[in-house]
């Protein structure tokens, strides 16, 4: 009999164990697959930091690349590989392709000096009613100026305050196209669709030449006597570079430059950037 309790207590305790034993598998198991997902985790933030830092090295490359063939043709704009008209070129760096495109400031409209009939058709052509175009004309014209004097259409101190904003307009000309986003009225889709063909480089000089096929138009189709029209190359350029990578992210750099050939560094930068950009998963 005691044999027998002695044997159904051995087959017990081996039970417990195995039970035990395989728990401790389970538990390992768990600790393996939660290093293992770590792991790639870790690798893929590591793989996702490695390509967007190529893919920013790539645009801030292909900004250098323009500015290299602005400084060797300053004036030679037939032999430039990259036109300062707004053309996209592809240029490829490493394992990242870029997309060039470089504009001449004199091919857009001077947010300081355009009368504000030909401000009005710009806002109409991108969407925006003759009536609310105008009226926003009017309010930037104010926004610029020194004086209080609210044109027709137009906002003046007063109006800022009765709209509940916590500013005014600047009574001063504008020093970034930033600045056109505080002009009362204006929306964030208006000023999307306008800021491309603003400048605030060209003091107030147009090269219709330059000036992309929508901002010709404009300018064809009405006079403007106060316009200074000239067919000479200007010395300030906006320059975008958009670079994807190979696992799908971008990384896109804006810059201003201005070309003073004359002087020992020939090339001063005027605004430097980081546009929208998008990152792998």
């Given at each position: 009999m005691q044999q027998l309790h002695r044997r159904a207590w051995d087959r017990r305790e081996d039970g417990v164990a195995l039970i035990a034993v395989?728990?401790?598998?389970?538990?390992?198991?768990?600790?393996?697959?939660?290093?293992?997902?770590?792991?790639?985790?870790?690798?893929?933030?590591?793989?996702?930091?490695?390509?967007?830092?190529?893919?920013?090295?790539?645009a801030d490359a292909g900004i250098q690349r323009a500015i290299l063939d602005l400084i060797s043709f300053p004036k030679a704009t037939?032999?430039?590989?990259?036109?300062?008209d707004g053309t996209v070129y592809s240029w490829q760096f490493a394992h990242c392709l870029v997309r060039l495109s470089v504009q001449d400031e004199r091919g857009k409209i001077d947010l300081n000096q355009a009368p504000e009939a030909l401000l009005a058709g710009l806002i109409e052509s991108v969407g925006v009613d003759r009536g609310r175009a105008q009226a926003l004309a009017d309010a930037i014209a104010d926004f610029r100026d020194a004086d209080n004097l609210r044109r027709l259409n137009g906002a003046e101190e007063a109006d800022y305050r009765a709209a509940g904003v916590a500013w005014g307009p600047k009574n001063a000309p504008f020093q970034s196209i930033e600045e056109l986003q505080q002009v009362l009225g204006m929306t964030s889709e208006t000023y999307e669709r306008t800021a491309p063909y603003l400048t605030v480089y060209s003091l107030g000089v147009i090269?219709?030449?330059?000036?992309d096929a929508h901002l010709g138009g404009i300018i064809r189709q009405a006079s403007f006597n106060s316009l200074i029209l000239s067919n000479s190359p200007?010395?300030?350029?906006?320059?975008?570079a958009e670079a994807k990578g190979s696992r799908d992210s971008t990384f896109i750099r804006e810059s201003v430059v201005q070309l003073d050939p004359a002087e020992t560094v020939p090339v001063r930068i005027l605004d430097w950037r980081q546009g929208k950009s998008k990152s792998p998963r």
């Open positions: 395989l728990w401790v598998l389970i538990l390992l198991s768990i600790v393996v697959a939660l290093l293992s997902l770590e792991t790639q985790s870790d690798a893929r933030i590591a793989r996702n930091t490695a390509d967007n830092a190529a893919v920013r090295a790539a037939d032999t430039r590989q990259f036109h300062a090269n219709p030449a330059l000036a200007g010395l300030v350029f906006s320059i975008r």
